[in-house]
């Protein structure tokens, strides 16, 4: 299984942005997906998730109300759209499969990870 994330680059504070994750294979309607985050220096952090139907999704506080998870199973794609974004949201942002099908917000639990894409938010 092959995760390819796109859709990053340099975006002015209060903008947006939508990463988009394809997932490789014939599976990925059954997988939950999640985005993490990693700014340089920091640990790698959540950012949200949808189980395989799209019926859950979660979000960390500090993405609530700003960003927005889907996924259209019929393109094997999972979608990040970033709203008002701030320079704190400047990170690399990888997405990642688990195979149980549910939304969660531990790394542990993802089976599968894509590499990411960098998203800058100038000041």
């Known amino acids: 299984v092959q995760l390819q994330a796109s859709g990053g680059g340099l975006v002015q504070a209060g903008g947006s942005m939508r990463l988009s994750c394809e997932v490789s294979?014939?599976?990925?309607?059954?997988?939950?997906m999640g985005w993490f985050r990693q700014a340089p220096g920091k640990e790698r952090e959540f950012v949200a998730t949808i189980s395989w139907s799209g019926g859950r999704k979660y979000y960390s506080d500090s993405v609530k109300g700003r960003f927005t998870i889907s996924r259209d199973n019929a393109k094997n794609t999972v979608y990040l759209l970033m709203n008002s974004l701030k320079p704190e949201d400047t990170a690399v942002y990888s997405c990642a499969a688990e195979r149980e099908g549910t939304a969660s917000m531990w790394p542990i639990e993802y089976d599968f990870w894509g590499l990411g894409t960098l998203v800058t938010v100038s000041s």
């Open positions: 294979g014939r599976q990925f309607s059954s997988y939950g």
